[in-house]
Each structure stands twice: as structure tokens, then as C-alpha cells.
T-cell receptor
Framework: NAGVTQTPKFQVLKTGQSMTLQCAQD?????MSWYRQDPGMGLRLIHY???????DQGEVPNGYNVSRSTTEDFPLRLLSAAPSQTSVYFC?????????????FGPGTRLTVL | GENVEQHPSTLSVQEGDSAVIKCTYS??????FPWYKQELGKGPQLIID?????GEKKDQRIAVTLNKTAKHFSLHITETQPEDSAVYFC????????????????FGQGTILTVHP
């Protein structure tokens, strides 16, 4: 299994540009989440999904959109990039079951918005 | 919502010493407390977790303790080794009756642990 994969690894955008961060998992996990990591602030939840077709907002959802058309994929869209969205983005997935909260994280995408 | 505070932000120890990282949380409904280790350039990886019906859990050189009354939990690493050097995050979430948190974690700010040979 490849686990959780994310593309691209690095990206530089100009203010106002849009882009999609890709996330895929091959573990048949129901739950998937997007976090952003900023220095001194830990990881903060952006959006999450409990299954195909079902998404919900996390702590910092503004400026981001998500969709979940398949179990495997959970892309994160930046509608109009802003310098405040410069961050490292992590996608995570976890299995649906009793007492199975372990989240598996991807390697991250480092995004810089100029 | 939940708020998790983590201390210290940096921790430097000599190889073989013990390291302790502490976290406090605000939401009394939280009942799942994992610890993640993040190495440079990688995503966080779960190293140990504890649920609210347990006070302490050990796995070889690492242990976690939980005090629900005081709303704090701690990570203990004994006999530290240079490969323990990394960023450590605590987190908290509330699980439903089936024990599932739906992938929603609130993280602490992180602790940079450096183990000197």
C-alpha cells in the first residue's frame, strides 16, 4: 500500500490564483481530513469527510473548498490564494470502526503564496 | 470548541535522560488523546494514544498519563536516543459512543525535542 499520497510536494502561487491540492489513499479509509501546519500553531483542521459525498468544515475553512466523490480521493481547492494561506498542508485518513481513531498522514504540500 | 495547550515548545536532553511533554485541554467531553511524532519533512505519525477510561499506557520507552480531573495529559520518553529527536504533538478529540472521532483532532502547538549524543 502507498498509504496517503499528496501532490504536489511544493507549490508557489501568486495572490489571487487558484489551485487544487491532491490527496489520495489506498487503505479504503472512510474518514479523510485536511490540516494546515503553521509555526507555533500546531495543525489546524480545515475540512473533513466521513465518506464519499459527505464533507464538513473544521476550525479554519475560509478560503478552501473540498469535495469527496470517491472513497480514495479528497482534493482541497484554494479559490483565490492569499499570503495568509502560505503553510504546509497535510491530508490524513482513518478507518471507520470501533476505537479506530489512528490517523495516517500524507507527506504534506508546502505552499507559498506571494 | 476544544483548546489544547502544549509545553514546553522546545526541550533539549542528553542521550539516556528522560523527556516529559505536557498538554492541557479545555473540553471536558474530550475522551481520546493521541501523541504524534513528526520528523523533518514528513507527516505526523502516531506513537501512542490513550482514552479517558485509562490513566496510564506504556509502550516500551514511551508512556502517556492522563488526569481527567485536571484536564491534562503527558508524554514520557525514557532512555532517550538521538533518533527520538523530532517534533512531538499532542491532540485531543471527542469520540462518539462507538469510539470514533471522525478524523477531527485538535492539536497542541508542538514540542521540538533534541537529544544530544
Amino acid at each position: 500500500n502507498a498509504g496517503v499520497t499528496q501532490t504536489p510536494k511544493f507549490q508557489v502561487l501568486k495572490t489571487g490564483q487558484s489551485m487544487t491540492l491532491q490527496c489520495a489513499q489506498d487503505m479504503n479509509h472512510e474518514y479523510m481530513s485536511w490540516y494546515r501546519q503553521d509555526p507555533g500553531m500546531g495543525l489546524r483542521l480545515i475540512h473533513y469527510s466521513v465518506g464519499a459525498g459527505i464533507t464538513d468544515q473544521g476550525e479554519v475553512p475560509n478560503g478552501y473548498n473540498v469535495s469527496r466523490s470517491t472513497t480514495e480521493d479528497f482534493p482541497l481547492r484554494l479559490l483565490s490564494a492569499a499570503p495568509s494561506q502560505t503553510s504546509v498542508y497535510f491530508c490524513a485518513s482513518s478507518y471507520q470502526g470501533v476505537r479506530t481513531d489512528t490517523q495516517y498522514f500524507g507527506p504534506g504540500t508546502r505552499l507559498t503564496v506571494l | 470548541g476544544e483548546n489544547v495547550e502544549q509545553h514546553p515548545s522546545t526541550l533539549s536532553v542528553q542521550e539516556g535522560d528522560s523527556a516529559v511533554i505536557k498538554c492541557t485541554y479545555s473540553d471536558s467531553a474530550s475522551n481520546y488523546f493521541p501523541w504524534y511524532k513528526q520528523e523533518l519533512g514528513k507527516g505526523p505519525q502516531l506513537i501512542i494514544d490513550i482514552r479517558s477510561n485509562v490513566g496510564e499506557k506504556k509502550d516500551q520507552r514511551i508512556a502517556v498519563t492522563l488526569n481527567k480531573t485536571a484536564k491534562h495529559f503527558s508524554l514520557h520518553i525514557t532512555e532517550t536516543q538521538p533518533e527520538d529527536s523530532a517534533v512531538y504533538f499532542c491532540a485531543a478529540s471527542s469520540s462518539n459512543a462507538g469510539g470514533t472521532s471522525y478524523g477531527k483532532l485538535t492539536f497542541g502547538q508542538g514540542t521540538i525535542l533534541t537529544v544530544h549524543p
